[in-house]
């Protein structure tokens, strides 16, 4: 199996970035349909259209409508079309982006990506996570290429909450471990091969910017403002992990989101967090030494990311409990999913394990 790494063409980060969107559009054409939803068109549209103007592009904007599922998909298919679209702009959290990534690919047209927050690895990546019109996952759509151009305005993602940053380091948590897994087991990535070492190294200075400065950018976020350790943590939450996961290697703690994502009572938390948790469940599962079991659960504790199932919402208690976690260990297991890019045999009954001794943990590091 050959080694793979894929990245953006372009990547742009950096205060008021997004002034500057007209001129990374230009060079695909003058008509970008714009996707965005209506809290990002409020607080951004008049930006984005005032830099489309400048540069002679014909924006058209319309509204995301909250949920990445094939029905919105072709709905806004039908309407590049009928704009003669030239470029799709996505603009926004990672559901609109991971939208707009698949209607560019759908159109056959260039894509451009502007997170309005940092809180997942979405935007680099050649693929999209498609949900359920309930928002259960539904399946991943992979795309030959990663985005043409992504452009990541620091101060616009420093306002945002801080919650959203934070979610951001908790699925950059699981870059490493799910990318040491990978590579380990030789297992394809999706790039199409195996791990790289520039991947590897990519991953591994991802977790070692969180540990650094993570806690630091959650106090700057929290007060609207960007230091140069916010900086630091954009990159790590974005591109850092971004080429860590698609170059690198998923593993089990994106499986065990998955796996969350059947339970209604954790519909309310955010990707990150999810993955967060599915970290220290993919760790139980390996049998990581405690030293490195207990850096993570401090850096989750320290940033406030959860660590207990009550964290995430689920308060079942008894055999209600036990039947919950068995769906989402069995859901974990689903055929295909990326838990088997494990080193060692996994089902349904060692992730259930793992699950509740993750919970367990958590609730003694708290308590």
Same mark, same amino acid.
């Given at each position: 199996?050959l080694?793979?790494?894929?990245?953006?063409s372009?990547?742009i980060?950096?205060p008021?970035?997004?002034?500057?969107i007209?001129?990374?559009a230009?060079?695909?054409? !003058?008509?970008?349909l714009?996707?965005a939803?209506?809290f990002?068109? =409020?607080?951004?549209?008049s930006t984005?259209?005032?830099?489309?103007?400048?540069?002679?592009v014909?924006? &058209?904007?319309?509204?995301?409508?909250?949920e990445?599922t &094939?029905k919105?998909?072709?709905?806004?298919?039908?309407?590049a079309?009928?704009?003669?679209?030239?470029? #799709?702009?996505?603009?926004?959290? @990672?559901?609109?982006?991971?939208?707009?990534?698949?209607?560019?690919?759908?159109c056959h047209?260039?894509?451009?990506?502007?997170?309005? #927050?940092?809180?997942? !690895?979405?935007?680099t990546?050649? %693929?999209?996570?498609?949900? /359920?019109?309930?928002?259960?996952?539904?399946?991943?759509?992979?795309?030959?290429?990663?985005?043409?151009?992504?452009?990541?305005? $620091?101060?616009i993602?420093?306002?945002?909450? +801080?919650?959203l940053?934070v979610s @951001?380091?908790?699925d950059?948590?699981?870059?490493?471990?799910?990318?040491r897994?990978?590579?380990?087991?030789?297992?394809k990535?999706m790039?199409?091969?195996? $791990?790289?070492?520039?991947a590897?190294?990519? +991953?591994?200075?991802?977790f *070692? /910017? %969180?540990?650094e400065d993570?806690?630091? +950018?959650?106090l700057?976020v929290?007060?609207?403002v960007?230091?140069p350790?916010?900086e630091?943590?954009?990159? +790590?939450?974005?591109?850092?992990?971004?080429?860590?996961?698609?170059?690198? @290697? %998923?593993?089990?703690?994106h499986?065990? &989101?998955?796996?969350?994502?059947?339970?209604e009572?954790? &519909?309310g938390?955010?990707?990150g =967090?999810?993955?967060a948790?599915? $970290?220290?469940?993919q %760790?139980?599962?390996?049998?990581s030494?405690q030293?490195?079991?207990?850096?993570?659960?401090d850096?989750?504790a320290t940033v406030?990311?959860?660590?207990?199932?009550?964290?995430?919402?689920?308060?079942?208690?008894? !055999?209600?409990?036990?039947? *919950?976690i068995m769906?989402?260990? =069995?859901?974990?297991?689903?055929e295909?999913e990326t838990?088997?890019?494990m080193?060692f045999?996994? !089902?349904?009954?060692?992730?259930?394990?793992a699950?509740?001794?993750a919970?367990?943990?958590?609730?003694?590091?708290?308590?």
């Amino acid at each position: 199996m050959l080694k793979v790494i894929q990245s953006p063409s372009k990547y742009i980060q950096g205060p008021d970035a997004l002034y500057h969107i007209g001129k990374y559009a230009k060079p695909f054409g !003058d008509r970008a349909l714009i996707i965005a939803d209506k809290f990002v068109m =409020e607080l951004v549209g008049s930006t984005v259209k005032d830099s489309m103007s400048q540069y002679d592009v014909n924006g &058209h904007f319309e509204t995301f409508n909250g949920e990445c599922t &094939h029905k919105e998909i072709n709905r806004l298919i039908e309407i590049a079309k009928s704009q003669a679209s030239l470029v #799709i702009v996505g603009v926004g959290g @990672g559901k609109t982006l991971d939208t707009a990534k698949a209607v560019a690919y759908k159109c056959h047209l260039p894509v451009i990506i502007s997170p309005t #927050i940092a809180s997942t !690895d979405a935007p680099t990546s050649a %693929l999209s996570v498609i949900y /359920t019109e309930l928002g259960a996952f539904d399946s991943y759509l992979f795309y030959p290429s990663n985005p043409n151009v992504v452009v990541m305005d $620091t101060n616009i993602i420093a306002s945002a909450p +801080a919650r959203l940053l934070v979610s @951001g380091m908790g699925d950059a948590l699981a870059t490493y471990f799910e990318a040491r897994a990978c590579s380990s087991a030789q297992k394809k990535t999706m790039a199409g091969g195996k $791990t790289t070492l520039a991947a590897l190294a990519l +991953a591994e200075l991802c977790f *070692k /910017t %969180l540990l650094e400065d993570g806690y630091k +950018a959650k106090l700057a976020v929290s007060r609207g403002v960007c230091t140069p350790a916010v900086e630091n943590i954009i990159e +790590a939450n974005t591109y850092l992990s971004g080429i860590g996961f698609e170059s690198a @290697g %998923l593993a089990a703690a994106h499986a065990i &989101h998955n796996g969350f994502t059947a339970l209604e009572e954790c &519909h309310g938390m955010y990707h990150g =967090e999810k993955v967060a948790f599915g $970290t220290l469940v993919q %760790l139980i599962l390996e049998n990581s030494p405690q030293e490195e079991i207990e850096t993570c659960l401090d850096f989750c504790a320290t940033v406030g990311l959860p660590i207990t199932l009550e964290e995430l919402g689920i308060t079942a208690e008894g !055999d209600d409990l036990k039947e *919950k976690i068995m769906e989402v260990a =069995e859901l974990s297991c689903a055929e295909g999913e990326t838990i088997y890019n494990m080193p060692f045999h996994v !089902d349904s009954d060692r992730v259930f394990a793992a699950i509740l001794t993750a919970d367990q943990l958590g609730k003694e590091w708290l308590y």
